[in-house]
Structures are given as structure tokens and as C-alpha cells.
């Protein structure tokens, strides 16, 4: 069983990374995997994380396969 514990700060900085740039890289996707996975998780978190989800259904997030949006 893998443990997977999550950075603090880790989620504002991943939403307003992905605010500035548009695109939400492969370090976040991982980011937002450890986000899910961490039970005690806030629910002020839990929204932010359903905002940018919601944001990349609805396609004003784009996905993308660098590691890191700063080029």
C-alpha cells in the first residue's frame, strides 16, 4: 500500500498556478491524486479542487503533458 501525503499549501498554489497559466500539468494532476486520496482533506480545499475540475470540463483548462507550466 502506497502512502501519499499531500504538500501544504500544495492546493492554492496548484489553483493559482493553473489560474495564471491556463493548463494543468502532470505535476498537478498528481498533486490533485493526493489531494483525493487525503481523507482529512478541508472542505474549503475540496471545493477549490471541484472549481478546477469543473473549469476543465468545461474546457477553460486545458490539459497538458509537461511536468511543469513554466517554460
Known sequence: MFFVQLIPGAI???VASVTET???TLADRYGLMAAV???SLDEEYRHSI???L???IKGRVKIVNELSAIY
Open 37 to 39: 486520496l487525503d481523507d
Open 50 to 52: 471541484n472549481r478546477l
Open 12 to 14: 492554492s498554489e496548484m
Open 22 to 24: 491556463g493548463c494543468l
Open 54 to 56: 469543473r473549469s476543465v
